[in-house]
């Protein structure tokens, strides 16, 4: 495939200019070990930057490691901290951010920092059996405001589980086989997490007046019907369910008919809810924000995983909108009819951009052909590890995760 012409606002870095690496493929199995980084398993169904690197990847998970996580207040084991992000504790650890760290350790053959994640996890949990979602820095319980699970968390733990039963078997360091934990926590978010048997909730005590469509992740559903088999028809429905949410959530009266632009916050007709906190916790963000912006990316995992073509028809709306914008001129926000809304893209921060915006963004171009020149700045954005404007911790998290699906290293190990 040919390179195309780039964008010379968009910042060069080693990838620019380095030849593609002499050989890409799965690198062999070894002992205890199925699928070592990296794999660079190419899907027919989608495109991938023209020269992505490997190097590129195990640089920014190095950053990510060094930049977050942590013993301290860790218990004996280790947790992924928020050293600069805005809005909670300095420091503090939330579920998200397990679960973020144990995708990354079992994609980068880290069975050591999964193991330890894993058992700071099961420190702090709740009357569900699921951990509490905010957690104090010293570590001695959760912060004011921190207690309840969060379902994005809960499902991306059980999904990495599943892969580091495929990746290296067995247990590790824990007590029970990862496919044992695996099984009995999709069961416990099926039992939790999931209203009137389709719609999913962002916390157990949510109805469908409260939707997050960050949270829906369909090809982890599709999988988890496989496994968790007294509810496999379930997971089916809520699968079909949540897409007609995400698909009534882009409507003429919302103003992103065609640009894939879903709200934070909405019920299940896809109107947006800025009253999804409850009485007396304030706004909830009805926008495209930070939880927004990772939708391309638990979509565009089912176009290519799967086939599914609801999964195109989403991130095609999307695709457009970006490309049209160019990666050199995204920010981290939108109104829903397209408007630029940054958040913390101004002033000073002007020039900072965002890898959690760019980075998804990215891996719903990879959908299609028309966007390869678009995929091509995304990849060269994100891999420049500089892209940080909202934080540290989730900048870096999205940085490594975007990267992993870009260079065919993000996989669903039980088709392999």
């Not at 390179?3 to 593609?20: H, N, Q």
């Not at 990354?104 to 949990?125: G, H, R």
């Not at 949270?215 to 988890?224: C, D, Q, R, T």
């Not at 915006?357 to 891999?383: C, E, H, K, W």
Request: charged residues 15%.
């Amino acid at each position: 495939m040919a390179v195309e012409a780039r964008d010379a606002s968009v910042p060069d870095v080693a990838v620019d200019t380095a030849p593609p690496p002499p050989s890409r493929g799965p690198t062999p199995s070894q002992s205890g070990v199925k699928f070592p980084f990296p794999q660079n398993r190419e899907n027919s169904r989608c495109i991938y930057p023209n020269l992505y690197r490997n190097e590129d990847v195990q640089a920014a998970y190095d950053q990510w490691k060094n930049d977050t996580v942590t013993t301290d207040g860790a218990k004996g084991f280790r947790r992924v901290k928020r050293p600069n992000d805005p809005g909670l504790d300095p420091n503090s650890t939330v579920s998200e951010g397990i679960g973020y760290g144990m995708l990354l350790a079992v994609y980068m053959n880290d069975q050591t920092l999964f193991d330890d994640l894993w058992q700071y996890e099961q420190q702090f949990l709740d009357q569900y059996g699921l951990m509490d979602w905010n957690i104090k820095a010293d570590g001695s319980g959760p912060t004011s405001g921190g207690l309840g699970p969060a379902t994005d968390a809960d499902e991306d733990m059980a999904f990495a589980l599943l892969m580091a039963d495929k990746q290296w078997g067995g247990k590790g360091k824990l007590s029970t086989n990862y496919i044992d934990i695996a099984k009995g926590m999709i069961t416990t978010i099926w039992n939790n997490e999931i209203f009137d048997y389709k719609y999913l909730k962002p916390w157990p005590t949510a109805d469908s007046s409260t939707i997050n469509l960050s949270y829906f992740a369909p090809a982890y559903y599709k999988l988890f019907a496989k496994i968790d088999t007294a509810n496999t028809s379930n997971w089916t429905s809520t699968v079909d369910t949540m897409y007609t949410v995400l698909n009534a959530s882009l409507k003429a009266s919302n103003g992103n008919a065609d640009n894939g632009l879903v709200p934070a916050w909405c019920d299940s007709g896809g109107t947006p809810n800025g009253g999804a906190f409850g009485p007396g916790a304030g706004p909830s963000p009805t926008n495209y924000q930070y939880d927004s912006c990772r939708t391309p990316f638990r979509i565009g995992l089912d176009w290519c995983w799967n086939g599914e073509p609801r999964a195109q028809a989403y991130v095609a709306k999307t695709s457009k909108f970006f490309s049209g914008i160019s990666v050199a001129k995204m920010v981290d926000g939108y109104d829903l009819n397209g408007n630029p809304h940054a958040q913390y893209q101004t002033g000073a921060n002007a020039q900072i951009q965002s890898s959690a915006f760019i980075g998804p963004a990215g891996v719903g171009a990879m959908s299609n052909t028309t966007y390869q020149s678009f995929l091509n700045d995304a990849y060269r954005v994100v891999a420049s590890r500089t892209a940080l404007v909202g934080g540290t911790y989730y900048e870096d998290s999205w940085m490594v995760l975007s990267l992993l699906m870009m260079t065919a290293n993000f996989l669903d190990y039980t088709t392999l």
